[in-house]
């Protein structure tokens, strides 16, 4: 992922609330804290945490992909506290088309205070003024419906229902695509 070195690699981005900033292993409690809860994990294809080490083995593969510049996930900071309350980031990138697919996921107390619609705005227009990328999608279960609202949100478009599209804990799952390209990102702004 050369293009992404520099100044365009997974800088911390300050929103109202939020800072997204790179994890560190001292982040594992808090990613532990919220990551143990089936809540959160139901329509993720991770399995919920269940001890400190999925949490720093989750955090080791993150400084691994920083450490070779590839797509990878800023942690959430609520800037309050300090405190790391989700995250989101860069499934892939394809810079020969200059699209990407998003991410994230957030701590259940967090929830419904337009937080994820906060930072996903943040990452859409990194990726579109920083990154120069021109199509950004992401992928929620259909059985997820506040990330299609998340999704909605940001201007996203959706674009389809592909059926049985991914097998998550024990059963095929319908998934719904949204995308959202620069030409629309910069006419809301
Ligand atoms: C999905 C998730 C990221 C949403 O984050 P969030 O910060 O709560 O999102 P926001 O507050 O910005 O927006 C949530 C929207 O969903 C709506 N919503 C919540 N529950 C809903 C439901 N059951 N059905 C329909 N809409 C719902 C809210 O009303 C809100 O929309 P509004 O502002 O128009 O009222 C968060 O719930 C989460 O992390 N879940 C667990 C992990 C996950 O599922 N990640 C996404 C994988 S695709």
Redesign the pocket.
Known sequence: MIELIGAHYMPAIETDRLTLRRLTMRDARDIFEYSRDA??????LWDAHTSLSDAKGYIRYMLRRYHSFDPASWGIEWRETGKII?TIGFMWIQFEHSVAEV??????N???????????DAVLHHAFYDLRLNRIE????VE???????M??CGMKYEGCMRQKLYNKGRYVDVNLYAILREEFSSQI
């Open positions: 809540d959160v994990a139901r329509h993720v989700g991410g994230y996921s957030l701590a259940k967090y929830w419904n205070r337009g937080i994820m619609t906060e930072a996903l992401a992928l929620h279960e997820n419906p506040a990330s299609g609202a998340v909605r949100k």
